[in-house]
């Protein structure tokens, strides 16, 4: 418990059970405002892999013990117990299940017919109060109606649905994820454009009312397309204010304290501007913002297989034709072809690139901002 | 070459490049008849642990040389180099990539739009050996294209779209794979529905017009909504004659010449059925067929982790409250419930199960027919 | 508790923490009985894809519920919770670490030199009794010395000796494993050579005083050699009367109800035999017993790759020139070489083979009796 | 062919053939120069993750092309096709066979007890260069007889035992390998200290006369305990000087164009001290080299599981007491056990650390240089 008005309680969630048939579980930390207000869901590690949320769940638990906050704050770090400990080697496979391939954040519940059918019964007079309270109940009966299912479900989804039932209850969610070799980014639906002027994170990528399975859209999916229905059924415009991002906190297999505190720093200055704190002076940072739309936000895959040096750097503004890679040839040493350059098809910064430099043809070299522009 | 009219040819064609920077290729056997007529297209084992189906290409190797045909027969066994050469533990870890979990039968290329814009330039009186080859054209450029995208495609998208390429040129195209421990089984494509007659397979499965990225789908997916298409825009019924399966031979990890020869059989049945084979004696079996709608083929996921006998076994009919499975639970070894018997929640036929004792929750135990009925 | 004087109790032992940092122990349930006598140690699926031993300790449990013994009797089943619980693709990878490749069965302790050096300390008057005594603390303290060792221990070694401070303690020690597509089969320590005719396995092979790491050997090789060291030194006949089998129970991936009754029935006769049990009427069977010295179990490895039909079955008399496999060579379907033989190279009887039929080459295609003989 | 009157020659080793049928087969590079002289072997990558030796050997045939030597040298980069080409997730799987966990690099062939009975062939006036070239046709008579054992070998054991057959010749062999996050250092055999001073390489870890299965071992023992023998049989001392090194290049699957010019700048400034180069002018760098014995060489292990900041870097001097490590603990995040650090044990300086945040109980954190000097 903190020294301040708010309560801090901490829970165990099971979302699985393994083959040795005991119960796998995650730890549930929440606090509670004394004051009402908003509701914030935070979880960490759904890929495996990806460990520096852990370490900024762990910096924001130190900083809101100290904290007056309005609402809820619930906070879920290394919520997946699989992905966490299937090792291959001495790296964690945890971007998918080892069974089946199954990326295990594509599992969130999102049916967009059902949103639309809901739209038609808000009324031109209902309170926005009163449709965010009933869409929520919606949501939260839709998915434990697809939990119940009788023949069951995948273990992938069950995991997923499991944190969906905690996270539809937040106006807004962060889920924290790393790249393999990452500089920090983010993505941010198109209606919150606004919020990226309030985290502490250098590139954003804005991305369109689409679901494709993860946690961020799942969560602003239906609101986004509740808001688009009404609009369009009533000519009204409501403003629900769920917000919910993915957020890649640097590289995969690694922890560092230090960072880990900048970026909790990032998050309460977010927080606070969306008046969650109490008397608190966590304000966005002055620094250089880019911003690049979806499309634009480029994957660039090996048509070789070979070794590679990664030369560009995330983060890093390169020139159309400048260098990208270096390749290594190992049946051409004898000759010119020994090793080569792979250049910049166009201006573009990496976000992230491959972590290993043993590549086959069709390898995600780079993951690109291109056409991207000044916040 | 054959001691018939028929021409066998075998090429080699380049699918992906490995870390060593080696292509890798896979063969490719093509038979052409004297006589004009359809283009058939096998592959077998683009899941590397399903390797049955290149069995049964050699015995449909060894009985062609021996046949006159019709037309040509392109056979690729083998046909993923890569998911064939993945061990983990002795197994062979065949069914996606292991970079990123990527389903090696999901990549294929189908465009809904494309098509349905397509079928606007048919008109009345086209014929419609024209409207085919003019569709053909169209398809195989649509996959040059995507294949030859700036940024470039990953990897088992390039394996998919390279092997569509031979098959996109076929009328029949049947893709050979295994289920984990199962029962012969097949996905038949509901307007194809009296072909179940032609295979001597117990099991068929009838499916809609839905593309989920396997081959099948890929190839009769675009001539199914062509049709539609047609049918709705000029009220013309149009008979393109392309049908596809996806054929499955029994268990993975396992070969067996005796079954693959009786499995070439069935095939060999189908072509000649379908005016492939010229002078040949190859027809169906008198024997007991069940089909099943694509709805009512369940899967039963585990709700627990744990140990399990699989009792009902492939192909056995089960009544309502049966025994399915017996599940162990090394925790309670010293009570009664150390063992629990798990029952069917309904009248079906299992077609396969999962391969090992030992499943987390939300494990794949059965798949199973329901509502199912004879042919 | 059973309803005879005999108790049992189940406690939990921690052996490993994993990524989650959470602990991870395994059941271990003890009988003690009203009388003396021996202790009895059985532990299952080190391995983790061989879980057969976990329903034959099941079967155990409820027999011994019924039974009075003498002495006491430890079981754990499912004895690695790591190696349970990796899975690559739906199989197990049980068989060794996956972060180094270290076998989860040889790490266990054994001091050659200690035991050499204790022998001395035995005079030619100390009782068997005392010396059985002391050895055994010597023993047991080696161990906790090496788990005590200020720098670490690997996990596997740290499991193992975790488990070995329980078996060190009995006078039999049963190591339930199963083999990859396997007959049962017995290792036995050359000395016990007697206790072949205890057990209803119809496969024995004998082996000599040397340690490779197994809990077996690090169960008998001390005894043995103290004995031998004991005769050497003092020209004194010592019997300890300790011994120490790896039982395979068939196939991995697989458990069986009904056959674990009988593995278990086979283990309690062995125990009767050894006076463990009181007034049970659990004899040996009547059956044909083969033998084989551990230098004539000879492991057949491929010297290529391919696809191979497994035809000679585990536990199957094969003579000389026989069929073992048919070798599928998928590049050379259009002429004779599609397919070949394997042929036995001298008379032999296959105890496993490969679990899968794809295989590159330096595969352990079968392990086989040769010079074989009848018990 | 180079521009002076060095011969360069590229061929190709079969050493495995895939599950495809297919060869598999590593490039050799030779260079022989005008005059006689010594032979020299490097290899790099037997474990498949790596890579960094294979732009050393990239910029050696660069150089070498430009050079005049003597004698022999034969180079195999990426000399091991399978581990090369596992990925798992990412990454490399590349230490071990995947089917079995067998280290790939400790099945090289060495028999002492062969190499003692040889010492007693030689006669107190046999030349050493007859004694020498008589030891290679026996060690390389035994390797044959080895690979061609009418049972088979295993994988790993057979591609071994091919590349040994090449390193066999050589007076000097190069083993190029990396660590996991790794500082470069070197293993040296204690006789051939002195070499030290010719590498650039600031850690020296000298090791005795004890064969584990890897290639400088299975090089420099028989060679040893040849001299020793002799010495011990006749009291002759005969040099040999055969020297075999491992040399660990930094950091696993990384490579890096830059450093790797500097890393063969390091050995050919071995190989002019050596006298293999004619007229060049590669002369060791004036730098501080520290050295280690293998008793010193010290793996510090995990006791428990968790999340793990590496604080201390391959390279830094560290106090006792000083912080190695900081652990996260994901279960009590709402205490102050949340974080805790690990602490030096002694004076040291770690050469690697895990690359994984991730750990269980019992994961080799560091490998450190204790009671370390300067040389």
């Not at 809820?72 to 090792?87: A, F, S």
């Not at 606004?194 to 993860?214: C, E, K, Q, T």
Request: net charge negative; proline share 5%.
């Amino acid at each position: 418990m903190s020294a301040n008005n708010t309560q801090l309680k901490k829970e165990y969630l099971v979302v699985a059970q393994n083959a040795s048939g005991r119960n796998l579980n995650v730890p549930v930390y929440t606090f509670s405002g004394s004051k009402p207000g908003p509701t914030v869901y935070i979880q960490s590690s759904i890929h495996g892999a990806e460990v520096q949320g852990n370490v900024v769940i762990y910096h924001l638990i130190k900083e809101l013990k100290n904290t007056d906050i309005r609402g809820k704050i619930i906070l879920v770090p290394n919520c997946n117990p699989v992905g966490t400990n299937i090792k291959s080697g001495e790296y964690t496979l945890g971007r998918f299940d080892p069974v089946n391939g199954t990326n295990w954040n594509r599992g969130y519940f999102y049916d967009q017919a059902a949103v639309e059918q809901f739209a038609k019964t808000v009324t031109p007079e209902e309170p926005v109060d009163v449709i965010k309270h009933r869409f929520r109940a919606h949501l939260l009966a839709s998915i434990g109606k697809k939990l119940a299912e009788p023949w069951g479900l995948g273990l992938a989804q069950q995991l997923n649905l499991k944190l969906q039932q905690l996270a539809v209850n937040a106006d807004f969610v962060l889920d924290l994820h790393n790249g393999p070799v990452s500089t920090r980014h983010i993505y941010i639906p198109e209606y919150a454009k606004d919020s990226a002027l309030l985290f502490n994170i250098p590139h954003n990528i804005f991305i369109p009312n689409v679901f494709a399975g993860a946690l961020d859209e799942a969560t602003f999916c239906p609101w986004w397309t509740l808001q688009d229905s009404v609009r369009q059924n009533l000519g009204r415009n409501i403003q629900c204010n769920v917000e919910a991002f993915t957020l890649e906190m640097g590289s995969q297999e690694v922890i560092n304290f230090g960072e880990g505190s900048v970026d909790a720093h990032s998050i309460l200055s977010y927080l606070n501007g969306k008046g969650v704190l109490v008397n608190s002076d966590f304000t966005p940072a002055e620094m250089t913002r880019l911003g690049v739309y979806l499309q634009d936000y480029k994957t660039l895959y090996s048509d070789f297989g070979g070794m590679v040096e990664y030369i560009a750097k995330p983060g890093q503004k390169v020139q159309k034709g400048e260098p990208l890679a270096q390749i290594l040839d190992i049946d051409e040493l004898d000759n010119s072809q020994g090793s080569r350059m792979l250049h910049a098809p166009c201006d573009l910064i990496p976000m992230l690139n491959f972590p290993s430099a043993s590549v086959l043809s069709g390898t995600q070299l780079f993951k690109c901002f291109t056409n991207y522009f000044e916040l």
